[in-house]
């Protein structure tokens, strides 16, 4: 699929636009595996767009409900705030606090992080996606309604007005942001907006109950119940491992004994549970 060049011009025109206006030819393109070009999001109906909070970018990845009354409203943006003060507090998140606080308070906004971004390339360069867009919302959230700081404040670093509808956004982008990181190493001061994301995630996740369907259920849920999130119980990753071993003695005529869980052991390996699915050749290899 032939890239489509998009100058500035096309970007200030298009930042704007509902992700879901765009054609397939104005995103990132696929690998050249998946030659057929798929089609653009569907759309909304008028009656969806009544009913699910979609005003990020006409797109709705979370299926959030409109609040019903203003009570209710005031009950949400209650509750998201108490999650900031609680991500702030030492008490109640000293493991992320201080990367967290060094990131919120060091951006220098240069945009570096940006290019290096797979989300806001992917996206057309949407400027919703920059990785320190749902950032700079937050520093002006809690600058205003957490530290309290006066009027003039407001010149210097921006006011903002809290309600549902930045709250939802704030969540979608929070989720849609996929966590890589390379925004962090992109930037000179260290400033890593992936965890700023991650630590949204917390508000929304533990103090909301927002989350994606897709990782509350099959994520989450399975860890806690089965536990891992790819379904593997116990019996059947024991049966992997001795598969595994099995394996490495036909390839290289070696014995070869893979510990699991061993009490005393000098280094703990950890791979992703989709690699005991998909690619044990990977395990193999650190056996």
Same mark, same amino acid.
């Given at each position: 699929?032939k890239?489509?060049n998009?100058?500035?011009k096309?970007?200030s025109k298009k930042?704007?636009?509902p992700?879901?206006?765009?054609?397939?030819d104005?995103?990132?393109?696929l690998?050249?595996d998946?030659a057929?070009?798929?089609?653009?999001?569907?759309?909304?109906?008028?009656?969806?767009?009544?009913?699910?909070?979609?005003?990020l970018?006409?797109?709705?990845?979370?299926?959030?409900?409109?609040?019903?009354?203003?009570?209710?409203?005031?009950?949400?943006?209650r509750?998201f705030? +108490? @999650? #900031?003060?609680?991500?702030?507090s !030492?008490?109640d998140?000293w493991?992320?606090l201080q990367?967290?606080?060094l990131s *919120?308070?060091y951006?220098?906004k240069?945009?570096?992080c940006?290019e290096?971004?797979?989300?806001?390339?992917?996206?057309?360069?949407q400027e919703v996606?920059?990785?320190?867009?749902r950032?700079?919302?937050?520093r002006?959230?809690i600058?205003?309604?957490?530290?309290?700081?006066?009027a003039f404040?407001?010149f210097?670093?921006?006011?903002?007005e809290l309600?549902?509808?930045l709250?939802?956004r704030?969540?979608e982008?929070?989720?849609?942001?996929?966590?890589?990181?390379?925004?962090?190493q992109a930037?000179?001061r260290?400033?890593d +907006? @992936? #965890?700023?994301?991650?630590e949204? !995630?917390?508000?929304?996740?533990?103090e909301?109950?927002i989350a994606?369907?897709? *990782?509350?259920?099959?994520?989450t849920?399975?860890?806690l119940?089965v536990?891992?999130?790819?379904?593997i119980?116990?019996k059947a990753f024991?049966g992997?491992?001795?598969?595994?071993?099995?394996e490495?003695e036909?390839?290289?005529?070696?014995?070869t004994?893979?510990?699991?869980?061993?009490?005393?052991?000098?280094i703990?390996?950890?791979h992703n549970?989709g690699?005991?699915?998909s690619?044990?050749?990977?395990?193999e290899?650190?056996a």
């Amino acid at each position: 699929m032939k890239q489509k060049n998009i100058t500035i011009k096309d970007i200030s025109k298009k930042q704007d636009e509902p992700l879901a206006n765009l054609g397939a030819d104005e995103l990132m393109p696929l690998p050249c595996d998946c030659a057929t070009p798929q089609p653009p999001i569907k759309p909304l109906t008028e009656s969806q767009k009544n009913t699910y909070e979609c005003s990020l970018d006409g797109v709705s990845a979370l299926g959030l409900l409109k609040p019903k009354t203003k009570e209710e409203e005031e009950k949400l943006v209650r509750s998201f705030l +108490n @999650g #900031l003060k609680k991500l702030l507090s !030492r008490e109640d998140n000293w493991t992320f606090l201080q990367p967290l606080t060094l990131s *919120l308070e060091y951006c220098a906004k240069c945009l570096a992080c940006s290019e290096d971004c797979p989300t806001y390339i992917a996206s057309g360069r949407q400027e919703v996606y920059r990785p320190n867009y749902r950032s700079e919302v937050l520093r002006r959230v809690i600058t205003k309604y957490i530290k309290g700081k006066g009027a003039f404040s407001r010149f210097t670093e921006g006011d903002i007005e809290l309600n549902w509808a930045l709250i939802a956004r704030l969540a979608e982008l929070a989720y849609r942001c996929t966590l890589c990181r390379r925004c962090a190493q992109a930037c000179t001061r260290g400033v890593d +907006n @992936g #965890l700023i994301a991650h630590e949204l !995630r917390k508000v929304f996740s533990q103090e909301m109950g927002i989350a994606p369907k897709e *990782l509350h259920k099959l994520g989450t849920v399975q860890q806690l119940k089965v536990g891992a999130s790819t379904g593997i119980n116990p019996k059947a990753f024991n049966g992997i491992v001795e598969f595994m071993e099995q394996e490495i003695e036909e390839k290289t005529g070696r014995k070869t004994k893979i510990p699991v869980d061993k009490e005393g052991a000098d280094i703990l390996l950890i791979h992703n549970s989709g690699e005991y699915l998909s690619w044990l050749e990977n395990p193999e290899a650190f056996a």
